[in-house]
């Protein structure tokens, strides 16, 4: 590093630590930065961060899991000199980048840059998201509520309406096209030009994915119309112009992206993901609203409608929306029965059964329980059949029978070890022995059995693709295990693991569990570890309700 370059640096260094104790994040400042040095993002960040080159090669170097040690201070530089120098810096070392520097590997490149990688490697970059490791990184607060899809306008799409006539949640004249919120509108479509920018060159088909990306929830859809070829998006946008062109292609592209969607939610949480499945249901809505449509696709467009319903439903009783949830539950009910398909049928009843239990409903809960039963006969698929028993065992023990319980949770594990097969849904693809142990640890938690309950939130955070959801949920069954042994310190530490998710994962429920976790803790309030977990959970923004949520 020249002389001038270090003090440079020394003096990005004075001003962060200013800047610091003003409240703001390494992000913000790295923005302020951006105003006084013509430098690209990526020595942006390491300004913001006060690291030296060989401080950040150090630190990149302990990080890297392949333990290479790969990273030198002279090809740092040469990174943070592209495109102005002979090579890019690859997709997996901005990930490792972004954890040094506490941010996420997106804004360590510009547009131009990010839009030269590969599909799969713009997708590494983006989930790299390490901004949780910013102290003064606040946690996002839902603003209003966005403008969705409501009943009436799925109602005015039924019957044909694309009139001008107002109708909340759609374009006047399209009822394809879900309404940006009047505060927002300009806001969302330059963010949607952006990131359609970066995606694709060729100004036409920028065009026609603007128009899909629109129809399917705005700029988040466009990680989701990365999972299509050319082909399949120029059969969904025929659809959306058009939606009397139906035919098996358009079918199968709608199935697919149903099941992308899914996984969206793994990584990013309701909030991101809703409008996106709400907009859906709106689109495979007026599919089925096609007087001439073959047979068989209508019984695949309705067993699509029914998925996303319960998507949405899960979705709603994700952010605690319990009414929202509870109607998509009925309506994917009601098409679930139209096409008769037993494991969509068990999974819902499951799925409001599992509500119900969160409300402290246990006699509907067991209602739902035993409607799901009555259809396993009719039901080929192991996976519905061990996710219906862990229910059955979960209700049992909230209900106080205990020993039912056990039985139904053993052989509910004892189902899941079975290889999954063609009878098996796709939509069940979380239940995998793994993720199964983290229900058994909230059923074994009930029981009491509280050994038996670490063991299995342990075998859940062994996996290496438990999502953060799960994630938490492992953690905080563990912590209240873990209370309830006395041993505090090590309950706070997993409390603590599972609060410090919320930054980048939009559940309601996790926040809501985290402030039960606290309340369980009350008689050690005096205790060093419980103090310093409050004053996290305070910077967290959800230690407001603790005495509430016992």
């Known amino acids: 590093m020249s002389v001038d370059g270090y003090r440079v640096l020394l003096d990005c260094r004075r001003r962060s630590e200013i800047l610091r104790a003003q409240g703001l994040g390494f992000d913000q400042i790295a923005d302020i930065f951006a105003l006084y040095h013509d430098v690209g993002p990526l020595k942006l960040h390491r300004y913001a961060r006060g690291l030296t080159g060989a401080e950040a090669v150090a630190a990149y170097n302990d990080l890297d899991p392949a333990g290479t040690a790969a990273l030198r201070e002279a090809r740092l530089y040469v990174f943070e000199a ?23 590997a997106r804004r360590l490149v510009t547009d131009e840059v990010y839009a030269s990688y590969t599909v799969r490697d713009r997708d590494l970059i983006d989930r790299a998201d390490h901004r949780h490791l910013d102290s003064h990184q606040h946690r996002h607060v839902p603003g209003p509520e966005p403008v969705r899809a409501s009943m009436e306008a799925e ?17 006047p004249g399209s009822a394809l096209v879900p309404a940006l919120g009047p505060g927002s509108a300009s806001s969302e479509c330059a963010a949607l030009l952006r990131a359609l920018g970066v995606e694709e060159a060729d100004v036409k088909r920028r065009d026609l994915l603007f128009e899909l990306a629109l129809a399917l929830g705005g700029a988040p859809a466009v990680v989701l119309l ?39 939610d793994d990584e990013f949480g309701p909030e991101t993901v809703l409008p996106i499945v709400d907009s859906q249901r709106i689109l495979v809505t007026g599919l089925l609203d096609k ?9 695949r467009l309705t067993h699509t409608y029914a998925q996303l319903s319960q998507l949405a439903g899960y979705l709603h009783y994700d952010l605690m929306d319990y009414a929202g949830a509870r ?10 029965h139209e096409v008769r398909e037993p494991a969509l049928i068990i999974y819902l009843h499951t799925c409001m059964s599992w509500m119900a239990i969160d409300q402290g409903k246990v006699g509907l809960a067991l209602d739902h329980a035993y409607a799901a039963e009555g259809w396993i006969r009719h039901c080929r698929s192991v996976l519905a059949r061990s996710v219906h028993m862990m229910n059955l065992a979960r209700v049992l023990a909230h209900d106080g029978r205990f ?14 070890q079975r290889p999954p097969d063609e009878a098996d849904p796709v939509y069940l693809y979380w239940c995998t ?5 983290n229900h058994a640890a909230e059923c074994l938690l009930t029981l009491r059995r509280f050994e038996d309950t670490i063991r299995s939130a342990e075998r859940t955070l062994a996996g290496s693709t438990t999502p953060a959801l799960v994630r938490g949920q492992a953690l905080l069954y563990y912590a209240n295990a873990l209370t309830a042994k006395r041993e505090i310190p090590s309950a706070v530490a997993r409390i603590r693991d599972a609060a410090r998710l919320t930054r980048t994962h939009t559940s309601g429920r996790l926040p809501h569990a985290i402030r039960q976790a606290r309340a369980h803790l009350r008689p050690w309030e005096a205790n060093k570890h419980v103090r310093h977990l409050d004053d ?4 967290l923004r959800i230690a407001a309700h603790v005495k509430d949520d016992q």
Do not use: F
């Open 291 to 299: 007087e001439v449509l073959l047979p068989s696709l209508r019984v």
């Open 226 to 264: 990365r999972h299509l070829s050319p082909p399949e998006k120029d059969r969904l946008v025929a659809a959306v112009r058009t939606p009397g062109r139906v035919d098996a292609g358009t079918v199968e592209v709608v199935e697919k992206l149903t099941a992308h969607c899914r996984r969206l």
């Open 536 to 539: 996290e959970l305070l910077s």
């Open 433 to 437: 022995p793994d993720w199964m142990q």
């Open 403 to 416: 020993i039912d319980s056990e039985r139904a949770l053993d052989q509910s594990l004892k189902l899941v």
């Open 155 to 171: 109602a005015v799409y039924t019957r044909g309406m694309t009139s001008p006539v107002s109708v909340p949640g759609l374009v």
């Open 82 to 104: 592209w495109p102005g120098s002979e090579r890019r810096p690859g997709a997996r070392a901005l990930a490792i980048l972004a954890r040094v520097y506490r941010t996420t």
């Open 327 to 336: 109607r998509r539950y009925e309506e994917a009910l009601e098409a679930a």
